[in-house]
């Protein structure tokens, strides 16, 4: 959040609804901070993708109360668990008021064997104008500090040498 605000620059947190229920105030503070809510699934179950689209859509709902609840709006963009995709997930979002969204750039920095140097050359690699670059602020576990939080400084440099800027999701497909 400090190195994001520090350049006036905005994101799109995907936030797991258990983590963001013990964290209320980190959730706050990335509203008060002028950024988006996107939901990353309540429990972030790596086999959501397999469930059936009740479970799912319940699974979604429950971190739609939840994010409701905490910054008073509804949230409306969903990225599934892992990423994965499937015609199940598909029903299921099709069910719930959500907007399915994923990455056009991954660097897997959210494995613990991620090197911030490494992460910061896959984007710069991969960046082009209108990229969803997807970053990870906390490790699923909360076990180990993920290679984007250690490079999120050089990562920004490389954006703005670009020319480019950070924005929500919503100000890059919505406005």
């Known amino acids: 959040l400090e190195a994001l605000g520090k350049r006036g620059y905005r994101a799109t947190f995907f936030l797991i609804g258990r983590k963001a229920e013990q964290h209320p105030e980190l959730v706050k503070a990335i509203i008060d901070a002028g950024h988006e809510l996107g939901i990353h699934g309540y429990a972030h179950d790596r086999m959501t993708a397999w ?15 939840l994010l409701l609840r905490l910054v008073g709006k509804h949230v409306f963009w969903y990225r599934p668990p892992i990423g994965h995709v499937s015609p199940r997930t598909a029903v299921a979002v099709r069910k719930s008021d959500v907007e399915l969204v994923a990455w056009s750039v991954r660097c897997l920095d959210g494995l613990r064997r991620s090197q911030p140097k490494r992460v910061v050359a896959c984007v710069e690699r991969k960046l082009h104008d209108g990229a969803i670059i997807m970053l990870h602020d906390a490790a699923e576990r909360s076990d180990f500090t993920p290679a984007a939080v250690l490079a999120i400084e050089a990562i920004l440099d490389v954006i703005a040498k670009r020319g480019y800027a950070s924005v929500t999701l919503s100000e890059l497909l919505v406005d």
């Open 51 to 65: 469930h059936a689209p009740a479970r799912i859509a319940a699974d979604i709902s429950k971190a739609q109360a």
